[in-house]
């Protein structure tokens, strides 16, 4: 009767997996942690300790997220062998889970801007363009892989000043690629109306990611080291006058422009071309000046809280995208003007739960399940959208479909979060579907390229990992028997 009191743990035990130790950033095990409505990582690295790590402010939304996995859809081939285990074989490898939704080939390490925040670390002083046979043979690399690839992002540096631009937007047009996407800082579509022209002239299945991180002077200076608010202003005027579809992207820095996601997402609706605002937390890789983890990190949660408060899309609205649900987030509506009616709200609740594994029967609803699927997934490719929504909304008998509906008319904000040493995970590097294709032919998930394998760094972890396996082998055999 007098033995002491046995005393809680102050947080839920949801699980183990494996991240990057913050300092040397090798695999290291890792506790999930469930404190309030918060989750965290705790990991324990030999040399360096324990380290504790905020990855979502929203753990009901972290646990929704894994009703939203479904089986990944495998690559037709794979370019690499598995020997060290995830993520140091990437290329792909057969332990990947997920094939490329999205896939970027950068065609320049070339830029016109030296921005504070850069993965690619791109500036003036790099002049590096890759050969147009170069970019060819990535792209049938991608080819191979995929059939017939979804969506193909042709990025840099700034791949406008490629001296062979158009002529690889023509190799991209010469293959059984559905989509492609330009990804540009948007000086020379302000400056050069007739290159905005000539886009225009291939703009069926072309839209152009526009960088636009902020309406404010400050915060363009702190992330990309130059006022561009005139910039931006004038891509947007020309992209308008000739059609151009447009994907607004902003970097998201706490404490720098986290305050005006409902002004960028508004002022996106007051551009008829412009279809989309995709929001992506600042990740800690390549150039990323004066960077604090205390002070600038922000997490896919909180993004998504403050596009909810914009009352555009509302929380039943903002999904996880079910091929990557951790990292990306994603909402449809209807446009009007600068008008939205989500998309999800017109489906009924009761549909809607019958969609999400582990609750009601999937059977009950299977050609919703399978349209509701199909438009929230990166492998559709944005610019069939329109499709995706006649086909779901046709399921729907208390809906009549808008005559007429096009991809004008389709409106998506999309929240994409990249990992990077803080918040990475191997079950969620292993579901990554944004992947960059290498001049050699390698298909690499964009969070472990930027991580280990645009810098060379993963020669070395390679070559330690293969001293390790020698050593322990020699010891294996000098034990006695």
């Known amino acids: 009767m007098n033995a002491p009191l046995r005393k809680s743990r102050p947080y839920i035990f949801w699980g183990q997996t494996q991240s990057l130790c913050e300092t040397c950033l090798k695999l290291v095990p890792t506790k999930i942690q469930i404190l309030d409505n918060e989750v965290w990582y705790e990991k324990r ?41 995830c993520p140091y074989d990437c290329g792909l ?33 790099r002049t590096k363009f890759t ?39 023509d190799a991209v047009r010469a293959r059984p690629i559905r989509h492609v996407m330009i990804n540009t800082n948007g000086l020379r579509i302000a400056r050069e109306k007739d290159f905005v022209a000539r886009l225009a002239e291939n703009r069926r299945g072309l839209e152009v990611y526009l960088q636009f991180d902020s309406l404010q002077r400050d915060a363009l200076i702190d992330l990309r080291g130059a006022d561009l608010r005139k910039i931006r202003q004038q891509a947007l005027e020309n992209l308008e006058h000739y059609g151009v579809s447009t994907t607004l992207v902003a970097t998201i820095k706490r404490g720098v422009n986290d305050a005006e996601i409902g002004d960028i997402v508004r002022h996106a609706l007051t551009w008829t071309c412009v279809r989309g605002v995709t929001l992506q937390p ?44 951790e990292s990306i987030s994603i909402g449809y509506g209807l446009r009007n003007g600068e008008k939205v009616l989500p998309l999800t709200s017109l489906i009924p609740q009761e549909q809607l739960v019958a969609v999400m594994p582990n609750t009601i029967s999937p059977e009950k609803y299977p050609v919703l399940r399978e349209k509701f699927v199909d438009l929230f997934s990166l492998s559709s490719g944005p610019l069939n959208t329109s499709e995706r929504v006649c086909e779901l909304l ?20 999309t929240i994409v979060q990249f990992l990077d040493r803080f918040n990475f995970c191997v079950g969620n590097v292993k579901r990554s579907c944004i992947h960059f294709v290498t001049e050699q032919g390698a298909i690499i998930p964009f969070d472990t390229y930027n ?31």
């Open 45 to 85: 690295c030999r040399e360096h300790g324990v380290q504790s790590t905020l990855v979502s402010t929203d753990a009901a939304y972290w646990r929704l997220c894994k009703d939203f996995i479904k089986p990944g859809d495998r690559p037709l081939q794979f370019q690499q062998r598995t020997e060290f285990g």
């Open 93 to 125: 490898c057969s332990d990947h889970e997920q094939h490329s939704c999205l896939a970027l080939i950068e065609i320049t390490e070339h830029c016109n801007l030296t921005c504070p925040v850069c993965f690619a670390e791109s500036s003036p002083a």
């Open 131 to 169: 050969p147009l046979a170069t970019v060819e043979k990535m792209l049938d690399a991608l080819v191979a892989s995929e059939g017939e690839p979804d969506l193909v992002q042709i990025s840099g540096g700034e791949p406008t000043l490629h001296p062979d631009f158009f002529e690889i937007l």
């Open 282 to 325: 600042v990740q800690d890789a390549g150039r990323n000046e004066n960077f604090d983890k205390n002070t600038d990190r922000i997490m896919l949660s909180e993004i998504r809280k403050r596009v909810i408060e914009t009352g555009v899309f509302g929380d039943k609205d903002m999904i996880p995208l079910p091929c990557n649900p």
């Open 394 to 413: 046709c399921c729907l008998p208390s809906f009549q479909v808008p005559e007429g509906l096009s991809y004008e008319n389709v409106f998506r904000v």
């Open 451 to 481: 991580l280990f394998y645009r810098n060379g760094k993963i020669d070395g972890i390679r070559a330690a990992l293969r001293g390790d396996t020698h050593r322990e082998a020699t010891q294996r055999e000098e034990m006695p028997r």
